[in-house]
C-alpha cells in the first residue's frame, strides 16, 4: 500500500486529514509508530490501528502531536499580560478560541490570566481539538508536575494537589468550554477577540497554511488579537486583514 492510500484510508476511519500536513514530517511520524510495532508496510500498520483501540488511541495521540504545558514559552506570555489584556478589558465581554488546545494547558493558563484582570462573568474560552481523547484529558484538569513548570507562584492557587498530580479548580473550568474541531475541514468560530493557535501552523504544508490564516483572521473581530507560537510567522500578514502587533501577535485590521 502506497501511503497515498494509506491516509486516504486514515480519513475514512478517523475524519483526518492528513494531506493537509508536510508530508515527510508526517511519514516520519508514522514510520516511528510502525518500526515501534515492528510493522514495514502501510497496509499491516492499517489493520493494526483497525484491530487495536489502543494501537488507535497511540496513532492518533501521535498525528496530532499533544504536546502542551501550563503558560509555554513564559515571554509571551508576559506580552500578553502587558500589552494584549489592557486591549481587551475595554470590551464588555471577551470571547476567546483557545484552538488546537491539545491538554486544556493552554486555555486554563488564559483564564487564570484573563481572571486576575477581568470579572469572570465578562469573559468566556471556548478551547477546541481535533483530538478526542485530548479534549477528555483537558475537562478532567488533571497534570502531571512537570505541566505546571512554567505556572507563576501567584496562580498557584488555582490547583489542587491530588496525590501526585495537580487539578484546576472549578473556579478555572468554569470559564472554559471544550469543542472537537478540526482546523482544516470544519467550519471556524466568529465573533473572537482573542483566538491563541499556538504550534500546530507548523506543521501543514503551505496550501493549507495560508487557508487557515485566512480562516483565522476571518473568526477574528475588527481589533481581535491571533496569538501565535515561537516558530510561527505571518509574512504580509496584510493579505489576511492583518497586521504584526508584537512578535506572535496580530491584529485585525480589516
Not at 507562584?153 to 484546576?168: A, P, Q
Not at 466568529?190 to 491563541?196: E, F, K, N, P, Q
Request: hydrophobic residues 40%.
Amino acid at each position: 500500500m502506497l501511503y497515498e492510500e494509506f491516509i486516504k484510508q486514515v480519513f475514512k476511519m478517523t475524519g483526518i486529514d492528513l494531506s493537509a500536513y508536510k508530508e515527510n514530517q508526517m511519514k516520519r511520524r508514522i514510520s516511528t509508530l510502525m518500526f515501534r510495532h515492528d510493522l514495514s508496510e502501510y497496509s499491516d500498520y492499517l489493520r493494526f490501528i483497525k484491530e487495536s483501540k489502543v494501537a488507535y488511541d497511540e496513532f492518533i495521540d501521535y498525528i496530532t502531536i499533544n504536546v502542551s504545558e501550563f503558560f509555554r514559552n513564559p515571554q509571551q506570555w508576559n506580552v500578553l499580560e502587558k500589552d494584549i489584556i489592557p486591549l481587551l478589558i475595554k470590551k464588555d465581554f471577551i470571547r476567546v478560541w483557545s484552538a488546537a488546545c491539545s491538554n486544556g494547558e493552554e486555555p486554563y493558563s488564559i483564564s487564570m490570566l484573563l481572571r486576575k484582570h477581568v470579572d469572570p462573568k465578562r469573559f468566556r474560552i471556548i478551547a477546541s481539538d481535533i483530538d478526542e481523547n485530548a479534549l477528555k484529558k483537558a475537562q478532567a484538569g488533571i497534570y502531571a508536575p512537570k505541566s505546571l513548570e512554567n505556572v507563576p507562584t501567584e496562580f498557584m492557587k488555582y490547583f489542587e494537589v491530588k496525590g501526585e498530580c495537580y487539578t484546576v479548580k472549578d473556579e478555572i473550568k468554569q470559564n472554559v468550554s471544550f469543542l472537537k474541531h478540526d482546523l482544516v475541514l470544519d467550519e471556524y468560530l466568529s465573533g473572537i477577540d482573542l483566538l491563541v493557535c499556538r504550534n500546530v501552523i507548523i506543521y501543514f504544508n503551505e496550501d493549507i497554511k495560508e487557508k487557515v490564516f485566512y480562516r483565522l483572521s476571518k473568526a477574528l473581530n475588527k481589533g481581535g488579537i491571533l496569538f501565535l507560537g515561537s516558530t510561527e510567522q505571518i509574512f504580509m500578514p496584510r493579505r489576511f486583514g492583518l497586521e504584526q502587533y508584537r512578535p506572535f501577535f496580530y491584529k485585525k485590521v480589516e
